[in-house]
């Protein structure tokens, strides 16, 4: 579980909203192989922190190193062909393509041919045991678990190193929160992908890392196993608030 | 994507344009070659091209181009200068108006895609390249004021002729390149990329697409079509000036594209076709006493389009489609609710 090598070093960055600091000198390193949790209230900087690890905001300070290269400030493109790519809190979907044409963009990254593609887009989606007679369907046409299935399976597709969730199980029903924790352990498991899970419903990310980190107000608060976090009075007081007099 | 690749997978298709165009080449036979319904029957063909070539950027890029005439008539007055001036064939002219043309679209779609323009501030600045290459190509020293006329000559090195079937053939065979070039570009690596950007840019790049370059090469394909196609335009309407830079008419390809449903070959094939036959005859018959009947015909079409099919014609193909599979589906009694 630990001691694996680490693939990704993010290292004291900073990211500023005119005077608002959304992510306020945040290190932390991912080792190849874990689920990485990342937690932390609203408004903590999970998704702007994931969003520079990504290339969507370039850091005003602090680097980024993949698999020992320094990406800071890359664009998103070239950092997703580097082997780093991310689902969305709230869904993308491809609303006038079919599922399977979807998952195909995504493995269209690593080959030119439409049909060698198609067919790795078919064995991803049953691999996450998507319903096989809504290949077909349009984006539009699907429920919100499906569309976090498709928007799983189409980085799936792309071959990542390391796969970024942001809120995965936002909106979803406990009995389908379990049915996506144990594709994604499978997915971790069997195809050896590194992921961080940036996430708002504690007892799905508990249960689904190995190791957590918690920011608050931009800042990253604590650092360990899902028990330690638990029990940590910094993490307590975050989410809770102080103890009142 | 290997030719025999794309033969095999858009045998269909290729066959039915192959059928579609041999129809309408006949049709001359049929109205006994009268040139004044050839001359309708070659605008229609020839926006028919424009139209499924905005399909490119328009329908799969989902980019509101409403540059149109800014390629056509460039591409088409350097073809119709060589020809005037050095007594180049437009053979040869059409493939430069085609490179002008293409340079063109990529020294202004480089900053602008660079610099992420998009959706109504793309269809602006599109709409304004327009009117400037118009102002530009207004002045003395380039165009001026009068209209320029194509050498009396005819014959197949001018690729001009005193009667309408030749020029009406040759724009049915360009008709059928245009469409097999979409059927290529949909069936491809480039037709995925495009539509995933046309659906939802953010998500398309994070899944490692280079959004600017397929953006570029997409309205780089298209001008160059529009470029070549131009001195065939200017050959249907006799003369060319700075007015060949014509906006309304760059409106109507996307309107048409748009019509048709963004995407679908087929749906801007028959919105060109029909709308310019009406457009057309509308002109001819109340269009003395109702000035811009035929835009007032437009502006309904896009509500009523807007209103109960926004997927265009192709969604109400795609509906019928539904309807009859859905329909097989209950004979068998299969499936739930």
Redesign the interface.
């Known amino acids: 579980m630990s001691g694996g090598e680490e693939i990704l070093k993010v290292e004291n960055v900073v990211k500023r909203f005119g005077g608002i600091t959304a992510v306020n000198r945040v290190s932390f390193n991912v080792r190849k192989g874990e689920i990485l949790g990342l937690i932390g209230p609203n408004g903590a900087g999970k998704t702007t922190l994931f969003n520079c690890i990504t290339g969507v905001y370039r850091p005003e300070e602090g680097r980024i190193v993949f698999l020992g290269e320094d990406i800071t400030g890359l664009q998103p493109h070239v950092i997703a062909r580097k082997g780093i790519v991310r689902t969305w809190q709230k869904v993308r979907p491809f609303k006038k393509m079919t599922v399977l044409d979807t998952v195909t963009v995504g493995a269209l990254l690593r080959t030119n041919s439409v049909t060698e593609a198609k067919r790795k887009a078919e064995d991803i989606l049953k691999f996450i045991e998507f319903p096989e007679d809504k290949f077909e369907v349009m984006g539009k046409e699907i429920t919100l678990i499906e569309h976090k299935l498709v928007d799983l399976a189409r980085a799936i597709a792309t071959e990542p190193t390391l796969l970024l969730l942001d809120e995965v199980a936002a909106g979803l029903r406990p009995n389908e929160m379990e049915r996506l924790a144990s594709i994604l352990k499978k997915v971790n498991k069997e195809r050896n992908l590194t992921m961080i899970v940036v996430e708002h419903v504690m007892r799905f990310v508990m249960g689904l890392s190995q190791r957590m980190i918690v920011m608050h107000e931009g800042e990253k608060i604590a650092e360990g196993t899902p028990q330690e976090i638990a029990n940590n009075p910094r993490v307590i007081e975050a989410y809770l608030g102080t103890k009142p007099l | 994507?290997a030719l025999s690749?794309w033969v095999r997978e858009s045998r269909k298709y290729i066959l039915g344009t192959i059928i579609l165009v041999l129809v309408l080449a006949f049709i001359p036979f049929i109205i006994g070659f009268d040139q004044y319904l050839l001359l309708i029957l070659s605008t229609a063909a020839i926006f028919a091209v424009f139209v499924v070539a905005w399909n490119i950027i328009g329908g799969y890029a989902g980019q509101l181009d409403l540059g149109a005439f800014a390629y056509i008539a460039l591409g088409g007055i350097v073809a119709a200068q060589l020809l005037v001036v050095y007594n180049i064939t437009p053979w040869i002219g059409m493939f430069v108006g085609a490179g002008v043309s293409a340079v063109l679209a990529a020294a202004i779609g480089y900053p602008t895609f660079r610099f992420g323009i998009k959706e109504v501030w793309y269809a602006l600045l599109t709409a304004a390249l327009v009117v400037i290459l118009n102002n530009i190509f207004h002045l003395p020293e380039v165009l001026g004021s009068l209209d320029h006329y194509l050498p009396p000559a005819n014959g197949w090195y001018y690729l001009k002729f005193p009667v309408y079937e030749n020029i009406y053939w040759f724009i049915l065979a360009m008709l059928a390149i245009v469409v097999f070039i979409n059927l290529w570009v949909s069936?491809?690596?480039v037709g995925?990329?495009l539509?995933?950007i046309?659906?939802?840019e953010?998500?398309?790049?994070?899944?490692?697409?280079?959004?600017r370059k397929y953006k570029l090469e997409a309205l780089v394909l298209y001008a160059a079509i529009l470029g070549f196609m131009g001195y065939v335009y200017i050959v249907i309407a006799g003369t060319y000036s700075y007015h060949t830079f014509d906006s309304p008419h760059s409106i109507a390809i996307a309107i048409m594209g748009i019509i048709g449903g963004l995407?679908s070959i087929a749906g801007a094939l028959t919105s060109a076709i029909t709308l310019k036959v009406v457009e057309e005859y509308l002109r001819a018959s109340i269009g003395a006493t109702i000035p811009g009947i035929h835009l007032l015909i437009y502006g309904l079409l896009l509500i009523i389009i807007g209103i109960f099919k926004p997927?265009g014609l192709a969604g109400i193909y795609e509906s019928l489609k539904k309807r009859r599979t859905s329909g097989r589906k209950k004979i068998s009694g299969g499936g739930n609710p």
Do not use: F, P
């Not at chain 2, 953010?202 to 899944?207: D, G």
């Open positions: 994507m690749e069936k491809s690596k995925y990329y539509r995933a046309r659906e939802d953010l998500a398309a790049e994070a899944l490692g697409i280079d959004v995407g997927d």
